[in-house]
């Protein structure tokens, strides 16, 4: 590209995205150091055209509303639950997301957090590394390999979920909007009777206002004792608080958490439970992957300044 266009960062991308950005010839700005309503952003936000944004750091009516020459925002994510997407519309603006390079990278980490709460991974290397060895045996831990599995959204990233856990034995069933035909796995549409019919339920659906709390207590009492809980999919899927209590109480088995309600904090009373397993919202935190995805970012911007088609577009 050759005309220089400013773009707007809402959080501090990576050096290799950073790079791929200027080499487009782009003016960067960087949100947090020009904060919205500040004197500062008000001289740059007529030259912003673009966003980059990601799961975290989206964008909102005002940020929106603030830039009066905004074309496009390219997040670094798949979710856009961070995007005010009625509003792009209203005002014609291009979003796009980064969908499918990070899809086995996602699927990879629900199934590693599967294992680690299971066969307590986490509580071993500790054991191991603090000598407690020397005194006493690891107290066992539960099987994997043939358990019955649910998951909530068969997406991309739920079906390739569904593919690493029928290599490991496993039953597989899962709730989505609608039922996905040539499949053998056994389809619900309510996601109690899922959690009610499976050992481990994996949440991996998109986060809208039907899955925002879709995990509330009756569905992690119908998944019980015994049950285990995974999200790889975001925060809000689940009542925060309905989870805690739940294992604390000993009516849920254990969890394996990538995401939470309101990152990067985290409800203190989990640090202390050794049946749960915790991630800083990395699924997709892999060096290729994450080159993967800065590159879609930039290949949709040049895109649209080409006037090319978008390769990923949401609208
Ligand atoms: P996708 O292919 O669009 O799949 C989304 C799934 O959610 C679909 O199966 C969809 O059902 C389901 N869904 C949406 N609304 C639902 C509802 N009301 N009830 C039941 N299911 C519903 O997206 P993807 O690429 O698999 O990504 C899924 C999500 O994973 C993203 O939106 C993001 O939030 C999360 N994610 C997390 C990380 C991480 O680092 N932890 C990384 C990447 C993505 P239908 O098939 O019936 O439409």
Redesign the pocket.
């Known amino acids: 590209m050759n005309n220089t266009k400013g773009l707007l960062m809402t959080y501090p991308v990576s050096t290799y995205l950073k790079q791929q950005l200027i080499n487009q010839q782009f003016t960067l700005y960087q949100l947090w150091e020009n904060p919205i309503n500040s004197q500062q952003f008000k001289q740059i936000s007529n030259s912003i055209h673009a966003i980059v944004g990601n ?1 975290s750091h989206g964008v909102n009516a005002d940020l929106i509303e603030s830039l009066p020459n905004l074309e496009i925002i390219a997040t670094y ?3 856009v ?1 961070q995007i005010d997407l009625i509003k792009c519309k209203e005002r014609g603006i291009k979003v796009t997301n980064t ?1 499918d390079v ?2 086995n990278d ?1 699927a990879d980490l629900a199934i590693a957090l599967v294992l680690a709460t299971l066969r307590r991974v986490c509580v071993g290397d500790g054991f191991v590394r603090s000598g407690a060895w020397k005194s006493c045996d690891l107290s066992l831990g539960t099987k994997f390999s043939g358990k019955s599995v649910g998951i ?7 079906s390739a979920i569904a593919k690493r856990a029928e290599a490991f034995g496993c039953s597989i069933s899962y ?4 039922k996905k035909p040539d499949l053998n796995y056994k389809y619900y549409d309510k996601v109690t009777d899922l959690a009610a019919n499976t050992e481990i339920l994996i949440v ?5 206002e ?2 925002r709390h879709i995990i509330n207590r009756e569905v992690i009492d119908a998944l019980g004792p015994k049950g285990i809980l995974v999200n ?3 925060g809000a899927h689940i009542v925060e608080s309905q989870l805690v209590s739940a294992l604390v109480e000993g009516r849920l088995g254990g969890a394996g958490l ?2 939470f309600e309101n990152e990067p904090s985290v409800p203190e009373e989990l640090f202390k439970l050794d049946n749960v397993v915790m991630m800083s ?4 935190d892999t060096v290729e992957t994450c080159q993967a995805m800065a590159d879609l970012v930039v290949r949709n911007l040049e895109a649209h300044f080409l006037k090319e088609p978008l390769l990923t577009p949401v609208i």
């Open positions: 799961a994510s798949v979710g639950d969908p990070l899809t996602v909530l959204g068969l997406g991309r990233i739920g709730c989505s909007r609608s991996s659906c998109s986060l809208n039907e899955t790889i999919g975001r990538d995401v919202h990395v699924g997709s």
